[in-house]
């Protein structure tokens, strides 16, 4: 049915609404405290002679990163995920290491640490479930990073670690629970809007929701997308390797999604107002 308008000139008339449909783009949103947080630890192994060579030095760093966080288990944990711990890559492969220099035009110029060097990457993932242990976590990781001593010789084999920044994150479950709530916050913004044509256009309840489908969301991922921000303050506890224990402050979980809503209705009497009134 194509939108039409009454003209503002013709006040007094009055016109038939037929029973149709109207259908709106709307925004929702949600949010909810983060359940968990999830940690990752790089492991890479460069400029070895031998796939076993930098497999076996990978594995060494990675066992010790596991056994760190598999202190930090509980019940509760092994209630929420069956694999609290993952460890993803382990691949070998052969390669050319590269580092960069500045050099006398101010630009950076590519040097080779190795040349067909043996590589080896891998990753550790640990779901924490106790937000308040995240400060010990980290400084015994970064213990581990630590342990692997800068090499001003580039070409010598190496094995180093690297922390990654924790993301606080729901179980599949609950995320399912947020998309539907961002669809009915979306749909409770549209009815506030479909409430003045209803008033206007004399359209006579019930409206109904027949279609909700969603739209394309340019921030990837699937129609809803959610972010959460943290913030790392020292509590002045001395930790075990001499620093501040950082402690972490979450913030809920903020999703947002949009969708398209077709309402049915059924027809009423347009009352002509003298600003005009439009009605699909």
Known sequence: MKLFTVAAGLVGWSVTV???????????????AAEYVKLSVQVQSRCYKTAKEARSANDTVVNEVYAVMEKYIT???????EDPISTDG????????????????GGNEPKIACRKGWRTNKSVVFKLVDFEELGAVQEAVLDIVDKAPFDEKLGNPQTYASWGTPQ?????????ELDRQVLKDAVRRAKKKLAVLVEEAGIEEPIKLVKAEPVASPYGGGNVYAASKMRAMSDGAESAGGGDEATYKFRSISAQGQYSLTFSYEGGELKISSSGVEVE
């Not at 037929?18 to 909810?32: P, R, W």
């Not at 606080?168 to 399912?176: F, G, H, I």
Request: charged share 30%.
């Open 18 to 32: 037929l029973a149709g449909q109207t259908t709106l783009v709307e925004t929702g949103t949600a949010t909810k």
């Open 75 to 81: 019940e509760k944990t092994e209630d929420m995920f």
């Open 90 to 105: 382990g691949g070998s492969d052969r390669q050319d290491e590269v580092y960069y220099e500045r050099n006398a035009n």
């Open 168 to 176: 606080p994150s729901l179980t599949d479950a609950s995320w399912e």
